[in-house]
């Protein structure tokens, strides 16, 4: 809720998705790494697949839902550093289309 909160960051994960198609859930994850490495007590921040699920439905809801955006899809990301994600989801056809 901390990263809808604020402004600034949000407007940045909405830039990264239009501009460059970089989802959400990895603009989210990249800001909040540090926060992720003391939350899990590893260095490589690995979340559990209800965890990565849950990151991205609330973003789904919040660019579908709250934002407009009517299209998404699923890319590759590289984050199997951090985290072991794979693939995301980026939003097209909000508003500012």
Known sequence: MQAISDEVLLSHIIFCNDYFH????????????DDFIIITG?????LDDFVKRSIGAFWAMVFKKALGYSGQLSVSVSMSEYYLIKTATYYYGGEKE
Not at 22 to 33: A, D, E, G, Q, R
């Open 22 to 33: 970089i989802p959400p859930v990895k603009t989210f994850l990249t800001y909040y790494k």
């Open 42 to 46: 590893n260095k490589n921040a690995v």
